[in-house]
């Protein structure tokens, strides 16, 4: 065991070859430590990461990528518990990416989806990893898209991603998921007011939750106002309109339907030849974010910045330096 663990910390290529080829064969222990490897932020276990990465990506691609969001309360645990296991039972294979906002104090995640999905967090054939957002733009984990490729290459058919629902997560799910889904309430004539548009208008699939009991006619009245509202934005995509469908996860009604929907939103992708097309802008636009951070942590940790940031933030604040001419200068101590 402690060869081993040397092993690990060393130069680590055995052991990462091991390691690749447990996540190959579907190892839920591979897959966890390989996560962990690419969520690290240490130089070494970066550059190990990367090898990993590249190793596993012929692997990769195959899988159904869903991005799940919805309002507070709509029941997003609670449906992907019920997705997840009705997937589980058709014989898919189901990765969970659960998103939680970070504990300011520690850093870690704070909400604890994986309690939510009881019947998911038992299922051998389902994977849930609760990720901590480190405070990243729109509540989305540095390595979410790194974590969805190591759950591809175990075999996972099916990844469920689901936002934290705030700030400008939704977006950014969006853009590194096949078909997003958007859940939503009953009683549509209050709620209307306080969506905001761009989710509709990102919206594949739309589905109201907890049509079930005394709420089923609620729940119908509410899809009636968001397919007029849908209809009111257009379609985005000539192919495709957003269907409104409605379900409840605590009884499973209807979970099925959802799903047939987001597989014929797949195949008329697929037939209109977008999804190919959106997978390879969204690798591009991936390969300028993790540029765009690789500067960003190159500014903040390069001695030269560090000693002359703030009297650059005091002239800039002060208005007796321009912007741009701050920017450059700090361009310019880094090798730009």
Not at 95 to 108: F, I, N
Not at 109 to 124: A, N, Q, Y
Not at 158 to 166: A, I, N, P, R
Request: glycine share 10%; net charge positive.
């Amino acid at each position: 065991m402690t060869g081993a663990r040397h092993g690990h910390e060393g130069n680590g290529k055995p052991d990462d070859e091991a390691l690749a080829a447990g996540v190959a064969k579907g190892e839920r222990a591979a897959l966890a430590r390989a996560i962990t490897l690419v969520e690290s932020r240490r130089a070494d276990h970066r550059r190990r990461a990367q090898a990993l990465l590249q190793s596993l990506l012929p692997r990769t691609g195959g899988a159904f990528r869903v991005g799940i969001t919805g309002v507070p309360g709509v029941g997003k645990s609670t449906t992907i518990d019920a997705l997840g296991t009705y997937l589980t039972e058709q014989g898919h294979k189901v990765a969970v990416l659960a998103v939680d906002p970070s504990s300011t104090r520690t850093g870690g995640s704070i909400l604890g989806d994986k309690t939510r999905m009881s019947r998911l967090s038992v299922d051998r054939n389902a994977f849930i990893r609760p990720s901590p957002s480190s405070g990243t733009l729109g509540g989305i984990a540095a390595k979410t898209r790194e974590t969805m490729l190591l759950c591809e290459a175990a075999g996972f058919d099916v990844v469920l991603v689901e936002t934290v629902g705030v700030g400008q997560s939704e977006t950014a799910v969006a853009d590194l998921t096949d078909t997003f889904l958007v859940l939503m309430l009953p009683g549509a004539g209050d709620e209307l007011q306080g969506i905001k548009k761009g989710v509709l208008e990102l919206a594949d699939v739309v589905a109201v939750n907890k049509a079930d009991g005394d709420n089923i006619t609620r729940a119908r009245a509410a899809a009636g106002e968001y397919r007029a509202a849908l209809h009111l934005l257009g379609a985005r995509l000539p192919h495709w309109s957003p269907p409104v469908l409605t379900y409840s996860a605590l009884t499973g009604s209807g979970i099925p339907q959802v799903w047939e929907q987001v597989v014929l939103h797949r195949q008329k992708c697929e037939a209109a030849g977008t999804f190919a097309a959106t997978r390879q802008s969204q690798q591009v636009r991936w390969m300028w974010t993790l540029l765009n951070e690789r500067l960003a942590e190159k500014v903040a940790h390069d001695p030269a910045v560090k000693a002359r940031l703030p009297a650059l933030e005091r002239e800039v604040a002060a208005g007796t330096l321009a912007p741009a001419l701050a920017a450059a200068e700090i361009a310019g101590l880094i090798g730009l």
